[in-house]
């Protein structure tokens, strides 16, 4: 039973692997695609990109693993990750979005990893500056049309994935120290090799 249940890990995290291909492969087309986007639109964008979808569901888990109180992190990562859309939505120009979005995947893998316990600022800061550049790529790409139903969908979306993180890591990683260092070391050099490929 134990090895039914690796192999159908295996085989959901290939099945993931796709997504990679709609990470960011240029915002031309994604916001000529997202024109007019609607809260639907914003619900379903963070499960568009192996990037985004890692790094929240890396914050509940972390959170779950190393972080007290547990919903510190995500609360943080919410509240930033609407500030850095609604710079997007109004046309800043936030510098370093791509690699700090592939360092967020490195930092919170690591993170993951040795369940790292950090102080709470720290924690609460950390997880909000690399939310505030996450809400800046999405932002862009969801500007125009009801670009703020579409941030209400983005953040009820974001709030489930952290949700759902924190549930994985108290109710299998917590128990399976293994599974916590594969996921967080997996999504590590998923962040390393982002950020090689942008060098």
Same mark, same amino acid.
């Given at each position: 039973?134990?090895?039914k249940?690796?192999?159908?890990?295996?085989l959901?995290?290939?099945?993931?692997l796709p997504?990679l291909a709609?990470?960011?492969?240029?915002?031309g087309?994604?916001?000529a695609?997202h $024109?007019? #986007?609607g809260? %639907?639109? =914003?619900?379903?964008?963070? +499960?568009? @990109?192996?990037? !985004?979808? &890692?790094?929240?569901?890396?914050?509940?888990?972390?959170?779950?693993?190393?972080?007290?109180?547990?919903w510190l992190?995500p609360a943080?990562?919410?509240?930033?990750l609407?500030?850095?859309?609604?710079a997007?939505?109004?046309?800043v120009a936030?510098p370093?979005v791509?690699p700090?979005?592939?360092?967020?995947l490195?930092?919170?893998?690591?993170?993951?990893?040795?369940?790292r316990h950090?102080?709470? $600022?720290? #924690?609460?800061g %950390?997880? =909000?500056?690399?939310?505030? +550049?996450? @809400?800046?790529? !999405?932002? &862009?790409?969801?500007?125009?049309?009801?670009?703020w139903?579409?941030?209400?969908?983005m953040?009820?979306?974001?709030a489930l994935l952290?949700?759902?993180g924190v549930?994985?890591?108290r109710?299998?990683?917590?128990?399976h120290?293994?599974l916590?260092?594969?996921?967080?070391a997996?999504?590590?050099l998923?962040?390393?090799?982002m950020l090689?490929?942008l060098?």
């Amino acid at each position: 039973m134990k090895k039914k249940a690796k192999n159908l890990i295996v085989l959901g995290a290939l099945g993931l692997l796709p997504a990679l291909a709609l990470a960011h492969p240029g915002h031309g087309a994604e916001d000529a695609l997202h $024109a007019g #986007a609607g809260f %639907l639109d =914003g619900f379903i964008h963070p +499960f568009t @990109g192996l990037d !985004h979808l &890692a790094a929240m569901l890396a914050v509940g888990v972390w959170s779950a693993l190393a972080v007290r109180p547990v919903w510190l992190a995500p609360a943080a990562f919410v509240a930033l990750l609407t500030a850095g859309a609604a710079a997007g939505f109004v046309g800043v120009a936030v510098p370093a979005v791509e690699p700090m979005i592939a360092a967020s995947l490195l930092v919170l893998g690591l993170l993951v990893a040795w369940r790292r316990h950090l102080p709470l $600022a720290l #924690a609460a800061g %950390l997880t =909000g500056v690399f939310a505030f +550049f996450h @809400g800046a790529a !999405h932002g &862009a790409e969801l500007a125009g049309g009801s670009q703020w139903l579409a941030l209400a969908g983005m953040v009820i979306a974001t709030a489930l994935l952290h949700a759902a993180g924190v549930v994985l890591g108290r109710m299998v990683m917590a128990r399976h120290r293994w599974l916590a260092v594969a996921g967080g070391a997996g999504m590590a050099l998923l962040g390393a090799a982002m950020l090689a490929r942008l060098a």
